[in-house]
């Protein structure tokens, strides 16, 4: 078990071989914070962490005490209002109108293995030996609500994964207003902020900002996580690169309004809090109920960005997704959304799928409008029945003809939406968020229907299911094209309308669960709008997600080199599409394309049909490199090496689990004249073993390329000689690294 508790000194340390995690009782029955930070030898005493001084201008617990101020106490869960003024952990509104709260430590357990949390995506363990979990228990007396924090230390990695959970045991009501997932008191300030931001088509792009007095946040208020900021957060010393240094990845588990917070008060204390948005929330929590929040994980990494990536994907890939896809290569697919967007029929889909098998391509999807009246994106969203003027046959008809062909098939959906010209929206008007006597906004001409009810949810479960049961459908891709507006549901009492954001985000899990559950072999693919609900949530039920609708391979590198931060490189959904691009218009190589798609799922978003021979010929050949080596361009170890955020350059690499081949992907934005010789350090081979290179036939040993490094010196425009390939705009290569049969 990784945890000690100590009875006379009432501390928690919670270890493993990276990460220490200590916290105590406190005089008052609180949970104190003394320590998170590489790992230490146990004591029973750490109390001398908790430098209690009088401070001008505090207040105090204790009447003739002069020490006892929460205001300068790290804390694990706090409260505000009886002497600490930072912004809480959470915050209860009662029946009197009193939000003061007092959680006292009650008892607690420590087991192996990890809970599950009820309706909620979570990290899980497969063996009592993988994790040990702690739950606090604490109360408070006035109102009887019990409060359990669950602590659960992995016993590889500096991972840490929490969670609350609320039960009222009093005899009133209470109207939960804010309750975080994590709340973390640090002892200084010296980091710097690191988020995933941007917004449509340019998605989780890398942001820095040092920590100062005052509050840094980020959050969602759309409804989903957002293109706008991802669930994620990065504190990171200054000196911390790359490869070394100290870092702290923030990771929620939630699809819905998040807040990821950073409070550095007046003595350089740095509060993290991470959890739903409290802008908006207001859980009324009756007698006898509970409220679970969602789970958010910290990892702890001395090995810079990188160790902490590495730890979040393997985590990620490993025990948050699930099920059959999990540990597969994923297969190589064509999309026909950029191929035809709502223009096509049956036989053209016919057509577009036959030369994408010619090519080696294993799945074919149809993405929009398949549906009901969906001649535009103006009517049919709700309609889960084929529209038979584009597809005589029906879905099942048309999954024949490509299963037929020896492809799998594929199939859009967008479960949670309608269109006002929609006969489901006709038969059940009443199924969307709306306010009473308001207007309702649409997005993209939609509308979004309540899935805080059950029985709209249940709704679309039958629909959603019954094709899937008639047809021979082997993937699913979930989009979700619109932000919450004017967000009530009907069916729900005014003191409860609070409620309805997270309501929401638990029907939509339900609904994943469900489907998952009934078509366990489905590969599952999540996508809104692009990336506006890349986050760990979605994870647990859909392997893979479109990470952009951004598909040019410039703007992906920024795209998929912020994702994989913390996202593993199986699960990002990365295409090669046309040139010039639908996005920027931009006409970049087609090995470029490929390149840049290779670090995801792969595969082709157009029509291979009007590709020249020459290109189809290219295409064939990276269908076969992507057969041959996806396992570990997927699965494999990954480094970044080059950002894109800082110059003309990027490089990345992964490396296989037996450390016997690597590949390293190297891309130059702008061409150059005459430009310098270059070397890139890799990282991760086997120092001792003596490495091919597959592209020029050259050796050398692991630690020759990680310490004197890969050259990448090319003949750049200008004078080119002889039979060196001229170089362009755009240009990329891929490394293929192999250890030799001799050394
Ligand atoms: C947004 C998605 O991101 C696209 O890939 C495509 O599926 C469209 N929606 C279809 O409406």
Not at 166 to 189: R, W, Y
Not at 231 to 252: H, I, N, Q, Y
Not at 423 to 431: E, G, N, Q, T, V
Not at 670 to 679: E, F, Q
Request: glycine content about 8%; some cysteine.
């Amino acid at each position: 078990m990784n945890i000690v508790y100590h009875q006379r000194t009432k501390t928690f340390h919670l270890y493993n071989d990276t990460l220490s995690y200590i916290m105590c009782v406190l005089e008052n029955g609180h949970l104190g914070q003394l320590y998170c930070g590489r790992a230490i030898h146990d004591k029973e005493d750490f109390s001398y962490l908790l430098e209690k001084m009088p401070r001008p201008m505090s207040s105090y617990l204790y009447e003739g005490d002069r020490t006892f101020s929460l205001e300068n106490i790290k804390q694990e869960y706090p409260v505000y209002g009886s002497t600490d003024y930072r912004h809480p952990a959470v915050e209860i509104l009662q029946e009197n109108g009193s939000r003061i709260m007092d959680f006292q430590y009650e008892s607690h357990t420590i087991t192996g293995g990890k809970p599950a949390l009820a309706g909620l995506p979570a990290t899980y363990t497969e063996s009592d030996e993988e994790a040990a979990t702690l739950q606090v228990t604490l109360r408070d007396k006035v109102t009887g609500i019990r409060l359990e924090l669950l602590y659960t230390v992995f016993a590889e990695g500096g991972i840490l994964a929490r969670s609350a959970r609320f039960v009222n045991e009093g005899t009133a009501p209470v109207h939960i207003l804010n309750a975080m997932s994590l709340s973390l008191d640090l002892p200084d300030k010296d980091y710097v902020w690191m988020q995933l931001s941007g917004a449509w088509a340019r998605e989780r792009h890398v942001k820095n900002r040092p920590l100062e007095q005052g509050i840094l946040a980020i959050d969602s208020m759309r409804g989903h996580s957002s293109h706008h900021h991802n669930p994620f957060m990065v504190l990171k010393r200054p000196s911390a690169t790359e490869d070394s240094g100290t870092v702290l990845g923030f990771s929620l588990i939630y699809s819905g309004n998040f807040r990821i917070q950073a409070e550095v008060d007046t003595y350089d204390v740095t509060r993290i809090t991470a959890g739903i948005n409290p802008s908006c929330f207001d859980w009324k929590l009756e007698a006898g109920e509970s409220f679970q929040t969602p789970e958010a994980v910290m990892v702890y990494s001395e090995e810079g960005l990188n160790g902490m990536s590495q730890t979040f994907h393997h985590l990620y890939q490993k025990r948050l997704a699930r099920g059959y896809w999990r540990d597969r290569p994923r297969p190589i697919l064509n999309n026909n959304w950029e191929a035809t967007y709502f223009d096509f029929t049956e036989d053209r889909l016919v057509e577009i799928a036959s030369k994408a098998k010619e090519c080696g391509v294993e799945l074919f999807v149809l993405d929009d409008g398949w549906f009901g009246a969906r001649c535009s994106d103006r009517a049919g969203l709700g309609d889960w029945v084929a529209n038979r003027d584009r597809l005589p046959q029906g879905i099942s008809g048309l999954a024949e003809r490509i299963e037929a062909l020896g492809m799998k098939f594929g199939l859009w959906f967008e479960p949670e939406m309608v269109n006002k010209d929609s006969d489901l929206f006709r038969a059940h008007p009443d199924w969307i968020l709306q306010t009473p006597d308001r207007s309702v906004s649409h997005g993209r001409y939609q509308y979004v229907l309540d899935f805080s009810r059950p029985e709209v949810v249940d709704g679309i479960y039958q629909m959603m299911a019954k094709i899937l049961s008639e047809s021979k459908i082997s993937y699913i891709k979930w989009d979700m094209n619109r932000s919450i507006t004017e967000c009530y549901s009907a069916a729900l009492p005014g003191d409860r309308q609070g409620e309805v954001f997270h309501r929401y985000i638990l029907g939509l899990y339900d609904l994943y669960e469900r489907l998952t559950s009934a078509f366990p072999h489905i590969l599952f693919e999540s996508c809104a709008s692009g990336g506006a609900r890349f986050d760990p949530g979605l994870l647990y039920y859909a392997p893979q997600g479109w990470a952009s609708d951004d598909s040019d391979a410039v703007e992906r590198l920024k795209i998929q080199y912020g994702t994989s931060m913390c996202y593993p490189i199986s699960c990002i959904g990365s295409h090669v599409s046309v040139a010039p691009n639908h996005q920027v218009f931009r006409n970049t190589p087609l090995h470029t394309r490929a390149n840049v798609a290779y670090f995801g799922t792969f595969g082709y978003e157009l029509d291979l049909n009007k590709l020249t021979d020459e290109e189809i010929a290219q295409v064939k050949e990276q269908i076969q490199f992507m057969k041959e080596y996806r396992k570990i361009l997927q699965f494999g170890t990954f480094y970044r090496l080059k950002s894109p955020f800082e110059g003309n350059e990027t490089v990345w690499m992964t490396v296989s689990e037996d450390k016997k081949t690597a590949l390293v992907g190297w891309y130059r934005v702008l061409n150059g004249v005459n430009m310098p010789y270059t070397r890139v350090r890799l990282q991760g081979l086997d120092p001792d073993l003596v490495y091919e290179n597959v592209l020029s036939g050259t050796r050398h040993y692991g630690d020759e390329l990680m310490h004197v490094g890969l050259i990448t010196s090319d003949a750049t425009s200008g004078e080119v000689v002889g039979d060196a390939k001229p170089s362009m705009d755009f240009d990329s290569r891929i490394y293929v690294l192999k250890a030799a049969d001799e050394q």
